[in-house]
Antibody, heavy 117, light 109 residues
Framework: QVQLVESGGGVVQPGGSLRLSCATSGFTFRKYGMHWVRQAPGKGLEWVAV????????HYADSVKGRFTISRDNSKNAVYLQMNSLRDEDTAVYYCMRDRTNFCDYWGQGALVTVSS | QSVLTQPPSVSAAPGQKVTISCSGN????????VSWYQQLPGTAPKLLIY???KRPSGIPDRFSGSKSGTSAALGITGLQTGDEADYYCGTWDSSLKVAFGGGTKLTVL
């Protein structure tokens, strides 16, 4: 069955960096685009970034552009989110999702990132 | 502030029907498919409706989706206490970004 498992969350100081990973299994990873979405405590969903199936292109939300980088390793069936220059407002649960062109059909369980001094 | 507009909350009695609206514009909903996600308390979101009105395997037909112009709606009939959750609409935007609604909290009284 399809599984997405995020890791790498934790507590980081403002201005710091963190790298999230999303390990996948149960499907042919190289055929699917992948997204990151986040949810601040008590808030709604905010889309963060997408990487195409072959890694040839990426798109970002304005709120993270220039600070976050999405990437993937098709040999490891994994997608990553490198987060730099972290701010208090980046505190959230981060989910990875599998892209199906018009929707996302599988979500991971989420990784909590807390930006605090 | 979310790109798509949803009511913050809706409520209805068990067995009744409820509709959750999702409003956008011609840059997102009007020219793209809409999907809906259910987030039960303390869990990750789950796909409920895709391509405006299709249900993934395992989703009961009590859940339905529709779209007209720049708006979409999620309908739930035969409400159950287990349907209490947050519901989100989503779609692509013409700027190649994904847009979500702010979410609607469903309370089954």
């Amino acid at each position: 069955q399809v599984q997405l498992v995020e890791s790498g969350g934790g507590v980081v100081q403002p201005g710091g960096s963190l790298r999230l990973s999303c390990a996948t299994s149960g499907f042919t990873f190289r055929k699917y685009g992948m997204h990151w979405v986040r949810q601040a405590p008590g808030k709604g969903l905010e889309w963060v970034a997408v990487v195409y199936y072959d890694g040839s292109d990426q798109h970002y939300a304005d709120s993270v552009k220039g600070r976050f980088t999405i990437s993937r390793d098709n040999s490891k069936n994994a997608v990553y989110l490198q987060m730099n220059s972290l701010r208090d407002e980046d505190t959230a649960v981060y989910y990875c999702m599998r892209d199906r062109t018009n929707f996302c059909d599988y979500w991971g369980q989420g990784a909590l990132v807390t930006v605090s001094s | 502030q979310s790109v798509l507009t949803q009511p913050p909350s809706v409520s209805a009695a068990p067995g009744q029907k409820v509709t959750i609206s999702c409003s956008g514009n011609n840059s997102n909903i009007e020219n793209n498919y809409v999907s809906w996600y259910q987030q039960l308390p303390g869990t990750a979101p789950k796909l409920l409706i895709y391509d405006n009105n299709k249900r993934p395997s395992g989703i009961p037909d009590r859940f339905s989706g529709s779209k007209s112009g720049t708006s979409a709606a999620l309908g739930i009939t035969g409400l159950q206490t287990g349907d209490e959750a947050d519901y989100y609409c989503g779609t692509w935007d013409s700027s190649l970004k994904v847009a979500f609604g702010g979410g609607t909290k469903l309370t089954v009284l």
